[in-house]
Every structure is written in C-alpha cells, then in structure tokens.
C-alpha cells in the first residue's frame, strides 16, 4: 500500500505541474496568424523626384547697384534736352522702355566710365553733342569686363546715351571696345541675362546696337526733332550683337528694320 501511495502522490505532483505550464502557456502572446492582415504600418513620407537639370533661365541675376550722381540741376539739365529734342511738352524725365541698346564705352575701366558719367554736364571737346544740349552722357547699366553688371540708374529715367530713342530705351554700355579691350564672353552672358531679366519686367520690343540705331529713323520709336542732329557710331559691333541675340532667341526681340 505504501508504495501504491507513494506512486499516487507522484502523480498528483505530476498533474498540477502540467496544469501549470498548460496556464503559463494560455497567458503567453499567441502565435502568428497568416490568415489574419497585420495593423497597417504607417508609409515614410515620399520624397519628389530630385530633379538635376539647370534652368538657364531662372531669374537669379546679381545686379549691384551704384547710382551716379542726380541732383536737381541734372533733372533740370536732362528735361531741357528731353523738351529740345523728342517731347516739347514733356513735364518730367520718366520713360517707358519699349528698346534695349548696347553699347561699348571704348575705354579698359568701369571706374573711368563711372566718373565719367558722373559729371552734369557735357565736355566741351565733343563739339557736335554739346552744342545739341549741356546734359551729360550716362546710361542705365554697365556691364564690366568680368561680367558684374551695375545699375547706374532706374530703368525708367530719361539717359541720354542714343540720338533719337532717348525716350523710350534703356542703355546698356560694356567696358572695352572691339580693338584694345575686345568685348568678353563674361560679357556677352551678362547682357544677354540682363536683356532677359529687363524683358520679363518691360514690354520690351527690340533689341538693338548702337551702331544699329540711325536705321530706325523714320520707321519705327525714332523721335529728333533736329533734323542734323544725327551721328554715326560703331558700337559695340556686329561680332558682339550677334552672339547675345544668339542667346535670346526664343525672347522674339526685333532688330533694326
């Protein structure tokens, strides 16, 4: 009997420890269930495509400005020749640019065509412009000869800078000329950006040289009411005019007629 009882209570232990591991196992987390979604993961954000290509026309040019000197007598100045020679009744020197011209200043320094330019009143040694008004020369930019562009003026002041489309042009004058100091490739990009960059703000409609301009007389914005105030003048070239119009192509600029 005593090892029957024996026997007995073994299996009793036996019992209770497989009750136990039977409880332990029901609380434990259950086994996947491939037949049952799992709860959605949230997606990482998606990203745009990166694109690497260059818009050659995006807007981001450096234009540093570097005003010459304006006072009153200018203003004066500048609206007596407007009233001489394109618009006797005009009351002020503000413009609406419908014309771009290029120009070379025929000298090596941005500095010297700034002074230049700074003085109210015309040279006495050009004899034909002095006599048609006592208002200096200027123009409305200048590009030197690594490319950086200054602003010389608002781009809606009267400049004298062109015989007949004072009124309604803006002056762009390159530092050099196409002998000495030829005309760079840093200058060339800059005013063709900068003729893009003035299009996009004014209703521009032609693009023109200073060399170009006597050919608009009588045809198209040409306004001289003298009519022996004329000059002939070779800037800044048809080798330099040919390789910014290359570039702006799709702007549709005009030409001389």
Known sequence: MAGVATGLAALVVGLHALASVTAS???AAPAHDPSKPEAARPEPPKQAPKDDRKDDRKDDL???DKPIPFDDERVRLTLAYRRQHSDPDATDITIEPRVIVLHYTAGGSARGTFEYFSGNHMEAGRAQLAAAGDVNVSAHFLVDRDGTIYRLMPETRFARHCIGLNHIAIGIENVGDEHRWPLTDAQVDADARLVRHLAAQF???HLIGHSEAAR????????ERDPRYRNSKPDPGDRFMKLVRARLTDLKLEGPP
């Open 25 to 27: 196992t029901a609380h």
């Open 62 to 64: 450096k234009i540093v």
């Open 203 to 205: 209703p521009i409609t």
């Open 216 to 223: 608009l007389d009588g045809k198209i914005y040409f306004q």
